[in-house]
């Protein structure tokens, strides 16, 4: 009975001695993505389980290592990178990253803000164009119809506005005396402009099947930007 107890102590003994040596064997968990996906690199047996232990490690560790330390992290909502203090993004990180997201809302509101008044302005401005007169030159079998055989397009246009106008697009619809309230049937864009007070005469030629007016449909004209006042 001594000697089966003196065994057992033994053996527990060498147990606990030989413990912190089978643990410094066992692997640590990864501190970053970075040694997350070099990990996985040299345990995974085929490229597909290589890929989902790799997505993995993006799911857990979300920021990688930055240019001269730290971590950064990509935003797919400002689409930019932000500086973290943890791979795995802590409070403080994601109040950072709200911040930046509440920064690009602004912003954006902003820009689209300027926007709707710039096309605002550009679309009251259009009655400042005046069609002073237009014709059709069809060359086609039917006199009437550009589509048949294509023609020439004249037309005398003028800006009594106070502002310059560029790129000039003209439309058309069908019949005459129409009121010009919608951009359909484009026919073409002139990359022209036009100062205040003054009129322009632009020709413009059309190929077989480039158009379908006929004479006698309303011309209408729509503007891509407006000058400063002149």
């Known amino acids: 009975m001594q000697a089966r107890r003196v065994a057992l102590v033994f053996a527990a003994l060498a147990s606990s001695q030989a413990s912190p040596n089978l643990q410094a064997k066992q692997p640590t968990s990864p501190l970053d993505q970075e040694q997350c996906t070099n990990r996985a690199a040299?345990?995974?047996?085929?490229?597909?389980?290589?890929?989902v232990m790799i997505e993995n490690c993006r799911r857990?560790?979300?920021?990688?290592?930055?240019?001269?330390?730290?971590?950064?992290?990509?935003?797919?909502v400002t689409q930019k990178w932000i500086r973290v203090s943890s791979p795995r993004l802590n409070q403080n990180d994601l109040e950072t990253i709200r911040k930046y997201r509440v920064e690009k809302r602004r912003s954006d509101d902003y820009a689209n803000?300027?926007?709707?008044?710039?096309?605002?302005?550009?679309?009251?401005?259009?009655?400042h164009l005046e069609i002073l007169n237009y014709s059709f030159d069809c060359s086609g079998s039917l006199a009437t119809d550009c589509a048949l055989g294509g023609g020439t397009l004249r037309?005398?246009?003028?800006?009594?506005?106070?502002?310059?106008?560029?790129?000039?697009?003209?439309?058309?619809q069908f019949g005459m005396n129409l009121d010009c309230n919608a951009?359909?049937?484009?026919?073409?864009q002139e990359l022209v402009s036009v100062s205040p007070g003054s009129s322009i005469n632009i020709n413009h030629h059309f190929n077989i099947g480039e158009a379908n007016f006929h004479t006698g449909d309303t011309i209408c004209v729509s503007i891509a930007g407006i000058g400063g006042l002149q």
């Open 42 to 51: 040299m345990v995974a047996r085929t490229p597909q389980g290589l890929g």
């Open 60 to 76: 857990i560790f979300p920021a990688v290592r930055a240019e001269g330390g730290g971590y950064a992290f990509f935003d797919t």
């Open 113 to 127: 803000y300027h926007h709707e008044l710039e096309q605002k302005e550009i679309r009251d401005y259009i009655s």
């Open 155 to 172: 037309v005398q246009i003028k800006n009594i506005g106070l502002k310059s106008v560029q790129n000039i697009s003209f439309y058309y």
């Open 183 to 188: 951009e359909s049937n484009q026919i073409f």
